[in-house]
């Protein structure tokens, strides 16, 4: 049974920064295509970014520059590197997951398997 489970959320001043990690089991981690997605009250879900199995890289316009995605195939291990938080980064962020290539790695609807999220708050 696939399982995500997210990790490092907290509360941190704009400006800050914070590494947000997804722990997967029960599947063959190397293999799949992972992202990172984050949801704010009365938001969407949004694309924030993406790793393929290969290590390319896809980022929202948003976070570019600022936030870095990179896994551990050893560890079966996700992660997202947040810097220079901005109060609009505050959200509930998921780790998801899915076995192969997508061809649009911030779009929900490529991944079949999510975590429960960890809260991302930032304040001034």
């Known amino acids: 049974q696939a399982q995500l489970v997210e990790s490092g959320g907290g509360s941190v001043q704009a400006g800050g920064s914070l590494r947000l990690s997804c722990s997967a089991s029960g599947i063959t981690f190397s293999t799949y295509s992972m992202g990172w997605f984050r949801q704010a009250p009365g938001k969407e879900r949004a694309g924030v970014a993406g790793?393929?199995?290969?290590?390319?890289?896809s980022y929202a316009d948003s976070v570019k520059g600022r936030f870095t995605i990179s896994r551990d195939n050893a560890k079966d291990t996700l992660y997202l590197q947040m810097n220079s938080l901005k109060l609009e980064d505050a959200a509930m962020y998921y780790c998801?997951?899915?076995?192969?290539?997508?061809?649009?790695?911030?779009?929900?609807?490529?991944?079949?398997?999510w975590g429960q999220g960890t809260q991302v708050t930032v304040s001034l």
């Open positions: 998801a997951a899915y076995p192969g290539p997508v061809t649009q790695a911030l779009e929900a609807w490529e991944y079949n398997y």
């Open positions: 790793i393929a199995s290969d290590g390319r890289t």
